[in-house]
């Protein structure tokens, strides 16, 4: 009886974990998907509500960047008011700004929307990994949820683009914004049913309501503006030049107020909302800095190849979108294969490999000619890329919040997400500049292809430096006898291998 009771306490607990794991990872996954799910639309959108070229990328930028500046502000929330109060509203702001989106009547009102679901999806997105985290207590389950959550974050962005092209080619592009309503009920139903509220932070920072519960809404506003302009600037370079007025004065403006952050962080803010001192831990900043330089090469990849195999091979959305599928196959299985892989290979190993993998793919893709053929230009070194930004996920994310304080864990998941959105935007706007200096604005299919194959060089030059970092920054030391004996179960434990160096 006694085993029998054991089992079925078991077999409980192991349908709360996958339960528990899946709302969390539906989460992320909503958050993921919006950053690219309007690639393959792009074309769609541009007829159907008359956006201007400038004025389209915007549809884009309008999320990342707003996501990217609310992240840390979303994770600071979700440690002083509430994980899973937080995690509701995230989701409700990125449900009813994706409606509003849907139903948009003119271009101002959807890029509106996109910024509103952005500020969601900062909210709900370190809510989601610090939910996770502070749930799942033992090495083991701790690290098999990590493997499903950045399998999910991971794969996401491939998965987008290739649901993207679907919805649009067979309904409409209204429809990639209208399937995140049936999630988002979904969700916020599952969290009241699944989840237990927690909070960091000391018991005064939770009950005293003192300067420490306030938010650094200056210092979200700094960073987000800061980082608009800077993105602005860096993208019309490349039509206007660097020497332009509308070029330098964004761009100049963008870095004065990063560095006012900084500034600001460290001797004005009550409550900062990037604790500076989180970035002396070496593998959170080995971490982060690996991550934006991946995140600049890869998320940009998307952007390009959506325009080569449209305006350059002439293919259709949804055949553009199918395009993208075994990628996004490859993706989630080397993000979901993290845990099973620090089992056997040192953490450092797989946060070079990861990233040398893109790399390759990426100098691969630098060579596409003007008529491609899929099997033999394509194929190949889409997966390349898209695997090795999943096998380096799940580590990248380990390294980024190990050895954080347990009251801490709401920042450094919101510092990790704010990296990889904003390596992802500034590598767009990078990307896109250089591309637009080789073509000079032309339409011309051979100069478009040049500034491509222009653009793909950059990112692997990227990626290559993401991974040069980790392999400089941290060093495997000998494991203490006593390593020897802990159960090999325990990926997280591969952390403890590793020291900066």
Request: proline share 5%.
């Amino acid at each position: 009886m006694a085993n029998g009771e054991a089992e079925a306490t078991q077999s409980l607990s192991r349908k709360r974990f996958w339960l528990v794991t899946g709302l969390l990872s539906l989460g992320q996954l909503m958050v993921v998907l919006d950053v690219s799910i309007v690639n393959v639309a792009l074309p769609s959108i541009r007829t159907d509500l008359g956006f201007s070229e400038a004025g389209l990328a915007w549809v884009v930028n309008g999320y990342a960047l707003a996501y990217a500046g609310f992240l840390l502000l979303g994770g600071r929330a979700a440690d002083l008011f509430g994980r899973r109060r937080i995690f509701v509203l995230g989701l409700a702001v990125f449900t009813l700004a994706s409606l509003a989106g849907a139903v948009a009547p003119n271009g101002l009102v959807l890029v509106i929307a996109r910024v509103a679901q952005g500020i969601g999806g900062a909210i709900l997105s370190p809510a989601t990994l610090t939910i996770l985290t502070t749930t799942f207590t033992t090495p083991a389950q701790r690290g098999k949820a990590l493997g499903v959550w950045s399998a999910v974050a991971g794969g996401g962005a491939a998965i987008g683009t290739v649901l993207g092209g679907v919805l649009t080619g067979l309904l409409s592009w209204r429809w990639i914004l209208l399937v995140n309503l049936p999630l988002g009920v979904l969700g916020i139903v599952g969290a009241y049913l699944l989840l237990v509220e927690s909070r960091g932070g000391s018991p005064a920072d939770i009950q005293g309501g003192g300067q420490r519960r306030s938010l650094d809404l200056g210092g979200a506003a700094l960073v987000t503006t800061g980082l608009v302009a800077l993105v602005y600037g860096t993208i019309n370079s490349g039509e206007q030049g660097w020497g332009a007025v509308t070029t330098l004065v964004p761009f100049v403006g963008g870095l004065v107020l990063l560095a006012w952050f900084v500034v600001h962080e460290h001797r004005i803010a009550a409550a900062p909302l990037l604790p500076l001192g989180l970035l002396r831990l070496g593998s959170v900043a080995v971490g982060n800095a690996s991550m934006f330089l991946l995140a600049t090469g890869v998320v940009a990849h998307f952007f390009f190849l959506t325009l080569y195999l449209q305006n350059v091979l002439g293919w259709s959305p949804l055949a553009a979108g199918l395009a993208f599928l075994p990628g996004a196959a490859a993706m989630t299985v080397g993000a979901y294969a993290g845990p099973a892989l620090l089992k056997l290979i040192p953490l450092r190993v797989l946060l070079v490999t990861g990233p040398l993998l893109s790399t390759a793919g990426l100098a691969w893709l630098s060579l596409l000619p003007l008529q491609a053929t899929y099997a033999v230009h394509l194929l190949v070194p889409m997966v390349l890329v898209t695997l090795g930004a999943g096998i380096a996920m799940m580590p990248l994310a380990l390294a980024a919040t190990g050895g954080v304080p347990r009251s801490e864990a709401g920042v450094a998941s919101g510092l990790i997400n704010t990296t990889r959105q904003v390596g992802g935007a500034v590598g767009l706007g990078v990307l896109a500049a250089v591309a637009a200096s080789v073509t000079g604005g032309s339409a011309d299919p051979a100069l478009q292809v040049s500034g491509q194959r222009a653009a793909f060089v950059v990112a692997a030059a990227f990626t290559l430096a993401a991974a040069l970092i980790p392999l400089v920054g941290l060093r495997t030391r000998p494991a203490p006898a006593a390593a020897e004996q802990r159960p090999a179960e325990q990926p997280t434990d591969r952390l403890a291998d590793t020291e900066v160096g």
